[in-house]
């Protein structure tokens, strides 16, 4: 029920913007973010690889944090699968 | 029409979802270029390595095909040893590719939202993310939904042996519908945010409706998909129509069938 009312406000919020939506021919394109993230953003994407050279960093302790939470996720789930078949299967 | 003297439903099932599988990861392929396109136009990030990523795609056009295994996992007419080849060596390689993505998407973000300041803590970053972004917010709760649930759910059920428990029971559709509703059609309606504006050169009415649609999406299909799951494990078969055959203990979860299966309109929708 959630998700369904989630689909019909997708439905009509992309219907009325297709073909009510207010027009912004020849002017930038409106953003979600505020004005100085946006331009950040820009900055971020106008530069290239070479541009960036050593500056370019890939430390991501945050989204190594994420995997490891993931993986316990799955070590758990996948675990307790096996608990639950050893249940129904004894060996003997 | 007469061509063949009997149809082998072994071999039927073989080419069906030999065939069927892979056009799945069609979807899946298209849903993670979205996520690494939205990833860029909402955060500025890039790739951590475009060669790694491109290899990861074509992991999947390698191996995804054998993947189709896990499907066949309890039909009589394949071998053991051929069942646990397809479905663990060789099908972990396309998981691979999956977790491949999963890590270089949000670590290309977080090397991006470092880059603008935000360096505060491990989880500053991701605080800090524009989750007021439908087109993001959209793509985030993608990949999690995807990864956490359909992708955890989707290798325990694609073990030879604890399919035995699972197979045809509804914990199979809870798993799918993370993957294609909560996964592909939420990159997808992401993307509609980006989209329209794009081709159209229009902009959104009612912006605030708009930034909470991907949190009611994408949490109604949590709540579907994991009571699917919770179902399924108590032995509500993956039928509704043969749901009178499901074991006793799981009468209870039956009450919340009705809730389960309005859920099916959104994806016939």
Known sequence: VIAFIGLLLFLVLIVAAVFFGPSFKGQK???WQTEQEQ???DD???KGYEEEGKDYHVKTPGTIALVLIFLLSFAIYYFANWAALADLWHIR | MGWMEMMDPGVYRLLWWGLGHHSQQ????????VWYFVATMSTGAKPLNETVCRGAFILYILFINLAAAHHLLVDPGLSSEWKIWNTSYAMYLAV??????????PASMEVAMRRKGYNKGIFGWFAKLPWKDPGFSAVALSAIIFGFIGGITGVTLGTEQINIMA??????PGHFHATVVGGTTLAFMGLCYYLVPLIFQKDFYMKKLARIQPWLFGGGIVVMSLGMSFAGTYGVPREPTTVTSAEPSSKPVLILLPIFFSDYWVSAV
Do not use: C, D, E
């Open chain 1, 29 to 31: 394109m409106p953003t």
């Open chain 1, 39 to 41: 331009k950040m953003t």
């Open chain 1, 44 to 46: 971020l994407i106008s």
């Open chain 2, 26 to 33: 069609i979807n899946v392929a298209a849903m993670v270029s």
């Open chain 2, 96 to 105: 691979l590719a999956s977790m491949i993505h999963g890590y270089t998407v």
């Open chain 2, 167 to 172: 197979h045809n029971t509804l914990r199979i």
